[in-house]
């Protein structure tokens, strides 16, 4: 079951939490929900998505993924057909340093995506990369379990306890 969309505002969030990191607004909304939230999941990948679609197909939970793609803009490495996956297993929502396709597709969808930009080519599917560790993109280092909040004014992460 999908979770219910976000109710807060990162500017608060901001003011309360002087200590979150605030990624860089390099990201575009491509999902249905602009607002969404949730502890974070990583996978780092290379223009390669099996990992991302075998992530999405298990409980999210309310979770948020966030893809490391290495800030390709080479191919996309989540479509309609993952983000699919991702509402029907209840993610909150996904954050993809890289490309998304589908683009009409995923602004119907009840989830949150934030990425680079949108690419018509899919990735590769050699089932290659990592899961579960710390990423740097953007000016920020998420690790796995800290809490993402992200809606119209940036994504912003605190760090978990």
């Not at 793609?69 to 989540?78: D, E, H, P, Q, R």
């Not at 119907?108 to 080519?121: D, E, K, N, S, V």
Request: hydrophobic share 40%; with cysteine; proline share 7%.
């Amino acid at each position: 079951m999908t979770p219910s969309p976000a109710t807060f505002a990162t500017t608060d969030l901001s003011d309360a939490h002087p200590e979150a990191q605030i990624l860089a607004p390099v990201f575009r909304n491509y999902g249905g929900w602009s607002r969404f939230s949730g502890p974070a999941v990583t996978l780092r990948v290379l223009e390669n998505n099996p990992l991302v679609r075998s992530t999405l197909e298990t409980p999210g939970l309310g979770r948020v993924l966030v893809v490391d793609g290495g800030g390709s803009l080479n191919c996309a490495l989540l479509g309609g057909m993952l983000a699919q996956f991702g509402v029907q297993n209840g993610w909150a929502g996904t954050i993809v340093y890289g490309c998304v396709r589908d683009s009409a597709e995923l602004g119907a969808l009840p989830i949150g995506i934030r990425a680079l930009a949108a690419h018509p080519r899919r990735s590769g599917k050699e089932a290659q990369g990592e899961a579960g560790m710390a990423v740097t993109f953007a000016g920020v280092t998420i690790h796995p379990g800290d809490q993402l909040y992200a809606d119209e004014d940036g994504i912003l992460v605190i760090a978990a306890p």
